[in-house]
């Protein structure tokens, strides 16, 4: 009642009060001086955060003809009659590990695509290679695709037979001359974002980096998958302890030439 302390409704057990201020309502409190739910006209509701409410079709059509008229190339957004929009989003490959791939099959074809063939399901053969560093992939896609099914759609691209769960899209922004990077949600729909940003690639842009290890799911990985991780990380953890030994071996050789010119000189 004095000090207007505040908590949740499913934290009140928990609190445990000291005030001795002069006035202190001590009916209201417990011998351990919890707080008891009489008291409860201090204590705040828990209250679900309010979504925003989806825009309507007219909202959508608005804002793509505002996006489209800030477009320079052909990638234009298109509205259907049903509400859902179909457009472009670049999305640059920052990957620092190698990645596996069915090893001797050729690219793929037009065929092959119009006909949804995997190449990567006609061997059992596997190989590591390092994607090109910050390769960039355009991809058409519609309102509801999610992020999810875009990291799928880039593997299947690249004939990646890592599991999706390696990798995590993430929207990096410029602010005040900093590069800001989140990570999105799998169940975000990155064309959405896209259009609230504009077709301008410095205010948004997409990326596709490994996932963190904490929150990789390992269970989900086959025997063979978690063989590579190892090898990819023993291998990593070499080339470390080589660029450290590289490091100090010409410092000490720096070190030995500054002995070796100084000799001899007073002081």
Not at 28 to 52: A, D, F, H, I
Not at 84 to 107: D, E, N, W
Request: aromatic share 6%.
């Amino acid at each position: 009642a004095d000090c207007r302390y505040t908590c949740h409704q499913e934290c009140r057990s928990l609190i445990q009060l000291d005030c001795r201020r002069p006035g202190q309502c001590q009916s209201q409190l417990s011998p351990e001086g919890t707080l008891l739910p009489p008291c409860s006209q201090n204590v705040t509701q828990t209250v679900e955060e309010e979504k925003p409410e989806p825009p309507t079709t007219q909202e959508i059509k608005q804002k793509i003809e505002k996006y489209n008229a800030k477009v320079t190339n052909c990638l234009l957004m298109k509205l259907s009659d049903d509400g859902t929009y179909t457009g472009f989003i670049k999305v640059h490959l920052k990957l620092r590990r190698p990645v596996t791939v069915p090893a001797g099959i050729r690219p793929q074809s037009i065929y092959d695509a119009l006909k949804e063939v995997n190449l990567a399901d006609m061997t059992t053969k596997r190989t590591s290679f390092y994607l090109p560093l910050d390769a960039i992939k355009q991809l058409h896609i519609s309102s509801t695709t999610t992020v999810s099914e875009v990291i799928q759609g880039l593997l299947k691209k690249f004939m990646v037979v890592d599991n999706p769960q390696k990798f995590a899209l993430f929207k990096e922004m410029r602010k005040d001359g900093q590069v800001l990077f989140q990570k999105l949600p799998l169940t975000e729909c990155p064309l959405y974002l896209r259009l609230l940003a504009g077709p301008d690639t410095d205010a948004l842009s997409f990326v596709l980096k490994e996932n963190e290890t904490g929150e990789v799911e390992w269970d989900a990985f086959s025997i063979p998958e978690l063989q590579n991780f190892l090898m990819i990380l023993d291998k990593e953890e070499k080339d470390k302890i080589q660029q450290v030994h590289r490091k100090y071996e010409r410092f000490k050789q720096r070190l030995q030439q500054t002995l070796k010119e100084a000799r001899g000189k007073p002081g």
